[in-house]
């Protein structure tokens, strides 16, 4: 069993904990410890299952020795955040019987947190939700803050509800298995909180990005923290999205477009999109006149050092990604809505942008 490196609390409607440390999943009490029924149900996919599975399941039994646990494992990928892996986990929380005291435990990255997360917000009209993140891009970003969503083939994550969670228990050791394109995919998630908040954590990235992209445990939990802690305080001021919380979606609009537009089954993954979707958020914000077209060098500077893409993959057409964001949920009825920025920790949200400016920069981009 392994104390807690991090511990912070998310000051919600119903305050949460987010714990941070390596050993976490095999710490039964504390996995317990937001169970208030007698049913358990352990969503999980085809990828993480079989490494922490059954560790998870033997920690809560010896635990809570009388609990009633039911896995329920789905394919992996970005794909598999359907309507009907919904239904799948809607299907076996009803063969567990599940009451309305039942916690659903989410154990894998953002497509599981997101999945299994809507199904808890809609079982018997909502039960309890323990996000165990085991991405970085999920522990710092998908697990925090209570958004839960599906894409349909129209768009990403257009589907869903707010559901907060009991708590969020972040296995920092998950991370040794994580391949390196997933890790750098996180930390473009990671390098988001500098860009729209802290300028300051850009300049503690890009001084330990050869420790981080190297997966030193105490860079990561230290990165994982100040993600967390930057997110968890925005997301108290606004829980439901009605303001300054737009600000974590900073390149998220064009991110979501190039997901769509190629399918999410191959190409860029959500973390790459995101960082192609960052930069091109900074190009825009450069070319309305709001930040200098040097801190969009700077940011592309970064993102390079962390191996991440920055460029919009060859095949996507600009006039495609357009009419995606047109159907994005930052759009309002006066227009396209991005979130820009004034230069580095500075984001700001940006109304009735011309759509003739966002082609020009989808254009340059290719």
Not at 234 to 249: K, Q, S, V
Not at 308 to 330: H, I, T, Y
Request: charged share 20%; with cysteine; proline share 4%.
């Amino acid at each position: 069993m392994s104390t807690p490196l991090q511990k912070l609390t998310v000051a919600a409607a119903t305050p949460y904990s987010i714990h941070i440390g390596a050993g976490l999943l095999d710490d039964g009490a504390l996995l317990a410890q937001p169970l208030r029924g007698r049913h358990a149900l352990v969503v999980s996919d085809a990828n993480v299952a079989p490494l922490y599975a059954d560790r998870v399941e033997a920690a809560l039994r010896a635990a809570r020795p009388g609990l009633h646990i039911a896995h329920h494992v789905i394919a992996a990928g970005e794909a598999e955040k359907t309507l009907a892996n919904f239904s799948g986990v809607i299907d076996a929380l009803a063969t567990l019987c599940a009451t309305r005291d039942a916690c659903v435990y989410a154990l894998g990255g953002g497509v599981v947190g997101d999945l299994a997360g809507f199904a808890a917000a809609c079982w018997m009209r909502g039960i309890d939700i323990v996000q165990l993140p085991t991405t970085l891009l999920s522990m710092v970003d998908s697990s925090v803050g209570g958004k839960t969503a599906v894409d349909i083939p129209q768009g990403k994550n257009l589907v869903g509800a707010f559901h907060i969670p009991r708590a969020v228990i972040a296995d920092t050791a998950t991370l040794r298995t994580l391949p390196p394109r997933e890790l750098r995919a996180g930390l473009a998630e990671v390098i988001k909180y500098g860009a729209i908040v802290d300028a300051g954590f850009l300049h503690w990235l890009d001084a330990h990005h050869a420790a981080l992209l190297a997966g030193d445990d105490a860079m990561l939990a230290e990165a994982i923290a100040r993600s967390c802690a930057h997110k968890a305080a925005i997301t108290a001021r606004d829980p439901l999205e009605h303001g300054e919380r737009a600000l974590l979606n900073f390149g998220h609009t064009f991110g979501h477009a190039i997901e769509a537009e190629q399918g999410y089954a191959e190409g860029l993954n959500h973390g790459e999109a995101v960082a192609v979707g960052m930069l091109l958020a900074a190009r825009l914000s450069a070319a309305l006149g709001l930040a200098s077209w040097t801190d969009a060098e700077a940011l592309r500077a970064l993102l390079l050092r962390f191996g991440l893409p920055v460029d919009v993959p060859a095949g996507l057409a600009p006039e495609a990604l357009l009419a995606r964001m047109r159907l994005d949920k930052k759009v309002q009825a006066s227009g396209l809505r991005f979130i820009l920025w004034d230069g580095a920790g500075a984001a700001r949200i940006v109304a009735d942008v011309d759509e003739s400016a966002v082609l020009a920069v989808l254009r340059d981009a290719g």
